[in-house]
């Protein structure tokens, strides 16, 4: 399995608070992801890395910040949660971007009530 | 912009039965993958396909794509039990690194 740790795997949070999610890895990847998986959505793409300080928006980026200040570490950050964040995100990781597959993190539960 | 359609999205199938499923993208991918999610867990790696007429092949799944079709298909051959997933596909959005998936086919294999 790739060396990929996302925490935490669950959490409950509140309306308007912050939310920070982690995702580690252990692999020396250079591209990193974030995605989040709802029913009937599949996964969409909310922002992705290509190294250290550099990362761009996915498909549904609204409401999400990221940061990458070491190559093993992509932080997902909600500024302000929302009920409709309440979702299954999982994090990923690439060697080559996309002429590589993607390896997914275990995933981590938020509930936004 | 892509945009992937997986058809079905749920499938019942008996064991021992033949069945394809198939990945339409409405744009130039020459890329697509093929991932397996099993309920509650993460998504694993099935399928690299990486160029017109690229076939893969593990145990009873092989996976094929037709880049001038935008098409993929996913083919079992003899299903059992333990091929209950949902199955996801994945196509590159052009030139980028990014990936843009279907919404998945739960496929339920049954005895």
């Known amino acids: 399995d790739a060396g990929i740790t996302q925490s935490p795997r669950h959490k409950v949070t509140e309306t308007g608070t912050p939310v920070t999610l982690r995702c580690h890895q252990t692999?020396?990847?250079?591209?990193m992801y974030w995605y989040r998986q709802d029913p009937g959505h599949g996964l969409r793409l909310i922002h992705y890395?290509?190294?250290?300080?550099?990362?761009d928006k996915g498909e549904v980026s609204d409401g999400y910040s990221v940061s990458r200040s070491k190559t093993e570490d992509f932080l997902l950050t909600l500024e302000s949660a929302t009920s409709s964040q309440t979702s299954v995100y999982f994090c990923a990781i690439s060697r080559a971007g996309s002429s590589e597959t993607q390896y997914f993190g275990p995933g981590t539960r938020l509930l936004v009530l | 912009e892509l945009k992937v359609e997986q058809n079905p999205l749920f499938l019942s199938m008996q064991e021992g039965k033949n069945y394809t499923i198939y990945c339409n993208y409405s744009?130039?991918?020459?890329?697509l993958y093929w991932y397996r999610q099993d309920p509650g867990k993460s998504l694993e790696s099935l399928f690299v396909?990486?160029?017109?007429?690229a076939v893969k092949q593990e145990g009873r799944l092989m996976a094929s794509l037709d880049t001038k079709a935008r098409l993929s298909t996913l083919h079992i051959t003899a299903a059992v039990h333990d091929l209950s997933a949902t199955y996801f596909c994945a196509g590159e959005q052009g030139g980028s690194e990014k990936l843009v998936f279907g919404k998945g086919m739960k496929l339920t294999v049954n005895p």
């Open positions: 890395s290509y190294g250290v300080k550099d990362t």
């Open positions: 744009t130039t991918s020459d890329r």
């Open positions: 692999e020396n990847h250079r591209y």
């Open positions: 396909l990486l160029s017109n007429g």
